[in-house]
Protein backbone atom coordinates (compact mmCIF):
# COMPACT_ATOMS: atom_id res chain seq x y z
CA UNK A 1 0.00 0.00 0.00
CA UNK A 2 1.10 3.66 -0.86
CA UNK A 3 1.19 6.19 1.89
CA UNK A 4 1.90 10.36 2.03
CA UNK A 5 3.77 11.68 5.01
CA UNK A 6 3.27 15.45 5.44
CA UNK A 7 5.21 16.12 8.62
CA UNK A 8 4.66 19.26 8.98
CA UNK A 9 1.52 19.90 10.47
CA UNK A 10 1.05 23.61 10.77
CA UNK A 11 3.71 26.56 9.61
CA UNK A 12 3.07 30.07 10.16
CA UNK A 13 5.40 32.60 8.12
CA UNK A 14 5.02 36.11 7.48
CA UNK A 15 3.69 37.94 4.95
CA UNK A 16 6.90 37.60 1.80
CA UNK A 17 8.49 35.30 3.43
CA UNK A 18 9.16 31.78 1.25
CA UNK A 19 8.14 28.85 2.67
CA UNK A 20 8.05 25.67 1.69
CA UNK A 21 6.11 22.45 2.23
CA UNK A 22 7.66 18.95 2.58
CA UNK A 23 5.74 15.88 1.06
CA UNK A 24 7.64 12.11 1.21
CA UNK A 25 5.56 9.16 -0.32
CA UNK A 26 6.09 5.73 -0.13
CA UNK A 27 4.86 3.11 -3.15
CA UNK A 28 6.39 0.01 -4.49
CA UNK A 29 5.51 0.72 -8.05
CA UNK A 30 7.61 2.68 -10.47
CA UNK A 31 4.68 3.99 -12.24
CA UNK A 32 2.53 7.16 -10.26
CA UNK A 33 1.34 10.29 -10.19
CA UNK A 34 1.65 13.02 -7.05
CA UNK A 35 -0.28 15.90 -6.77
CA UNK A 36 -0.70 19.21 -4.53
CA UNK A 37 -4.18 20.33 -3.97
CA UNK A 38 -5.13 23.44 -2.06
CA UNK A 39 -7.62 23.68 0.40
CA UNK A 40 -9.09 27.12 1.61
CA UNK A 41 -11.50 27.68 4.35
CA UNK A 42 -14.34 27.29 2.09
CA UNK A 43 -13.45 23.81 2.65
CA UNK A 44 -13.30 22.91 -1.26
CA UNK A 45 -9.91 21.29 -2.62
CA UNK A 46 -7.92 22.98 -5.40
CA UNK A 47 -5.79 21.23 -7.93
CA UNK A 48 -2.29 22.67 -8.25
CA UNK A 49 -0.17 19.91 -9.98
CA UNK A 50 0.24 16.74 -11.44
CA UNK A 51 3.47 15.29 -11.57
CA UNK A 52 4.10 11.51 -13.28
CA UNK A 53 6.74 9.60 -11.92
CA UNK A 54 8.52 9.68 -15.40
CA UNK A 55 9.03 13.59 -15.67
CA UNK A 56 11.59 14.90 -12.59
CA UNK A 57 11.53 18.59 -14.30
CA UNK A 58 10.96 20.83 -11.72
CA UNK A 59 8.17 22.81 -12.25
CA UNK A 60 7.51 26.53 -11.38
CA UNK A 61 3.83 28.40 -11.91
CA UNK A 62 4.66 32.22 -10.79
CA UNK A 63 5.16 32.19 -7.39
CA UNK A 64 4.72 28.49 -6.84
CA UNK A 65 7.71 25.79 -7.81
CA UNK A 66 7.81 22.19 -6.87
CA UNK A 67 10.44 19.82 -6.53
CA UNK A 68 10.45 16.14 -7.61
CA UNK A 69 12.92 13.76 -6.63
CA UNK A 70 12.55 10.20 -7.08
CA UNK A 71 15.71 9.32 -5.04
CA UNK A 72 14.36 10.90 -1.86
CA UNK A 73 10.74 10.14 -2.60
CA UNK A 74 9.84 13.63 -2.26
CA UNK A 75 7.88 15.93 -3.43
CA UNK A 76 7.96 19.39 -2.44
CA UNK A 77 6.51 22.66 -2.71
CA UNK A 78 7.36 25.95 -2.11
CA UNK A 79 5.63 29.11 -2.47
CA UNK A 80 7.80 32.50 -2.84
CA UNK A 81 7.05 35.76 -1.99
CA UNK A 82 3.94 34.19 0.49
CA UNK A 83 0.76 36.93 1.07
CA UNK A 84 -1.75 36.12 3.32
CA UNK A 85 -4.43 34.55 0.21
CA UNK A 86 -1.94 31.21 0.61
CA UNK A 87 -2.84 30.94 3.94
CA UNK A 88 -4.96 27.58 3.40
CA UNK A 89 -4.13 23.86 4.12
CA UNK A 90 -1.76 21.88 1.27
CA UNK A 91 -2.45 18.42 0.43
CA UNK A 92 0.02 16.40 -1.21
CA UNK A 93 -1.49 13.17 -2.50
CA UNK A 94 -0.73 9.89 -4.45
CA UNK A 95 -2.09 7.74 -7.36
CA UNK A 96 -0.58 4.49 -8.72
CA UNK A 97 -0.68 4.42 -12.67
CA UNK A 98 -2.44 1.09 -13.74
CA UNK A 99 -3.43 2.45 -17.53
CA UNK A 100 -7.21 2.09 -17.00
CA UNK A 101 -9.96 2.37 -14.80
CA UNK A 102 -10.14 4.27 -11.42
CA UNK A 103 -8.65 4.80 -8.20
CA UNK A 104 -8.60 7.29 -5.29
CA UNK A 105 -5.75 9.35 -4.53
CA UNK A 106 -3.61 8.75 -1.08
CA UNK A 107 -3.86 12.21 0.72
CA UNK A 108 -0.78 13.31 3.38
CA UNK A 109 -2.41 14.94 6.51
CA UNK A 110 -1.84 17.99 5.26
CA UNK A 111 0.13 21.34 6.11
CA UNK A 112 -1.90 24.07 7.54
CA UNK A 113 0.16 27.04 6.22
CA UNK A 114 -0.57 30.54 8.08
CA UNK A 115 0.58 33.85 6.24
CA UNK A 116 0.75 36.56 8.72
CA UNK A 117 0.46 40.42 7.45
CA UNK B 1 -15.90 23.76 -19.24
CA UNK B 2 -16.50 20.91 -16.71
CA UNK B 3 -18.56 22.06 -13.23
CA UNK B 4 -19.31 20.01 -10.17
CA UNK B 5 -22.00 19.98 -7.69
CA UNK B 6 -22.87 19.49 -4.12
CA UNK B 7 -25.86 19.62 -2.06
CA UNK B 8 -26.88 20.02 0.15
CA UNK B 9 -23.89 22.07 1.60
CA UNK B 10 -24.43 21.50 4.74
CA UNK B 11 -26.69 19.04 6.93
CA UNK B 12 -27.45 18.85 10.66
CA UNK B 13 -29.01 15.15 11.47
CA UNK B 14 -30.07 13.13 14.45
CA UNK B 15 -28.42 9.83 14.70
CA UNK B 16 -30.61 7.48 13.65
CA UNK B 17 -32.02 9.47 10.50
CA UNK B 18 -31.14 8.50 6.92
CA UNK B 19 -28.76 10.48 4.70
CA UNK B 20 -28.68 11.10 0.92
CA UNK B 21 -26.21 13.60 -0.10
CA UNK B 22 -26.17 13.96 -4.41
CA UNK B 23 -23.38 15.35 -6.44
CA UNK B 24 -23.33 16.29 -10.32
CA UNK B 25 -21.19 16.83 -12.69
CA UNK B 26 -21.72 19.30 -15.60
CA UNK B 27 -20.01 19.45 -19.12
CA UNK B 28 -18.21 15.93 -19.56
CA UNK B 29 -19.76 12.79 -20.02
CA UNK B 30 -19.02 8.81 -18.67
CA UNK B 31 -16.38 10.30 -15.70
CA UNK B 32 -14.65 8.59 -13.09
CA UNK B 33 -16.65 9.55 -9.93
CA UNK B 34 -15.56 9.65 -6.27
CA UNK B 35 -16.68 10.07 -3.00
CA UNK B 36 -14.08 11.30 0.28
CA UNK B 37 -14.50 12.25 3.40
CA UNK B 38 -12.54 14.39 5.97
CA UNK B 39 -13.09 14.22 9.08
CA UNK B 40 -12.69 16.52 12.01
CA UNK B 41 -8.69 17.62 11.63
CA UNK B 42 -7.83 16.93 8.26
CA UNK B 43 -7.11 13.91 6.54
CA UNK B 44 -9.33 12.47 3.23
CA UNK B 45 -10.19 9.05 2.95
CA UNK B 46 -11.57 7.47 -0.34
CA UNK B 47 -15.31 5.96 0.35
CA UNK B 48 -16.02 5.00 -2.74
CA UNK B 49 -15.53 5.35 -6.80
CA UNK B 50 -17.24 4.28 -9.86
CA UNK B 51 -16.64 4.50 -13.22
CA UNK B 52 -20.02 3.73 -14.59
CA UNK B 53 -23.35 4.24 -13.85
CA UNK B 54 -24.24 1.37 -11.74
CA UNK B 55 -20.71 0.44 -10.73
CA UNK B 56 -19.53 0.74 -7.17
CA UNK B 57 -16.23 0.25 -5.46
CA UNK B 58 -16.30 0.72 -1.51
CA UNK B 59 -13.05 1.24 -0.45
CA UNK B 60 -13.73 1.20 3.51
CA UNK B 61 -16.46 -0.82 5.58
CA UNK B 62 -18.74 1.39 6.68
CA UNK B 63 -22.54 2.51 7.69
CA UNK B 64 -22.75 3.99 3.94
CA UNK B 65 -23.52 3.11 0.65
CA UNK B 66 -23.70 4.75 -3.01
CA UNK B 67 -24.78 4.66 -5.68
CA UNK B 68 -25.20 6.03 -9.64
CA UNK B 69 -28.39 6.29 -11.47
CA UNK B 70 -27.45 8.50 -13.85
CA UNK B 71 -24.21 9.07 -15.78
CA UNK B 72 -23.14 12.45 -13.79
CA UNK B 73 -25.06 11.77 -10.68
CA UNK B 74 -23.48 10.21 -7.66
CA UNK B 75 -25.64 9.60 -4.29
CA UNK B 76 -24.18 8.83 -0.84
CA UNK B 77 -26.45 7.66 1.52
CA UNK B 78 -27.24 5.99 4.69
CA UNK B 79 -29.98 4.18 6.15
CA UNK B 80 -29.12 5.03 9.92
CA UNK B 81 -26.50 7.68 10.83
CA UNK B 82 -23.96 7.58 13.91
CA UNK B 83 -21.75 10.24 15.45
CA UNK B 84 -18.79 9.04 13.93
CA UNK B 85 -20.46 9.63 10.33
CA UNK B 86 -19.64 13.20 11.02
CA UNK B 87 -17.83 14.92 9.00
CA UNK B 88 -16.61 17.02 5.30
CA UNK B 89 -17.86 14.87 2.20
CA UNK B 90 -16.79 15.61 -0.68
CA UNK B 91 -17.10 14.51 -4.37
CA UNK B 92 -15.31 14.15 -7.03
CA UNK B 93 -14.46 13.49 -10.65
CA UNK B 94 -12.07 12.75 -13.66
CA UNK B 95 -11.85 11.63 -16.88
CA UNK B 96 -12.71 8.20 -17.25
CA UNK B 97 -9.05 7.10 -18.22
CA UNK B 98 -5.94 5.93 -16.47
CA UNK B 99 -5.30 7.95 -13.15
CA UNK B 100 -6.54 11.47 -14.60
CA UNK B 101 -6.63 14.67 -12.38
CA UNK B 102 -9.65 14.55 -9.89
CA UNK B 103 -11.27 17.88 -9.51
CA UNK B 104 -13.32 18.61 -6.46
CA UNK B 105 -16.83 20.22 -5.68
CA UNK B 106 -17.30 22.63 -2.58
CA UNK B 107 -18.36 19.53 -0.55
CA UNK B 108 -20.82 19.00 2.38
CA UNK B 109 -20.42 20.02 6.02
CA UNK B 110 -22.23 16.95 7.82
CA UNK B 111 -23.13 17.35 11.93
CA UNK B 112 -24.65 14.04 13.66
CA UNK B 113 -26.19 15.00 16.95
Known amino acids: AQKVTQAQTEISVVEKEDVTLDCVYE???????LFWYKQPPSGELVFLIR??????QNEISGRYSWNFQKSTSSFNFTITASQVVDSAVYFCALTLYSGGGADGLTFGKGTHLIIQP | SQTIHQWPATLVQPVGSPLSLECTVE??????LYWYRQAAGRGLQLLFYSVGIGQISSEVPQNLSASRPQDRQFILSSKKLLLSDSGFYLC????????????FGPGTRLLVL
Open chain 1, 27 to 33: TRDTTYY
Open chain 1, 51 to 56: RNSFDE
Open chain 2, 27 to 32: GTSNPN
Open chain 2, 92 to 103: AWSVNAGRETQY
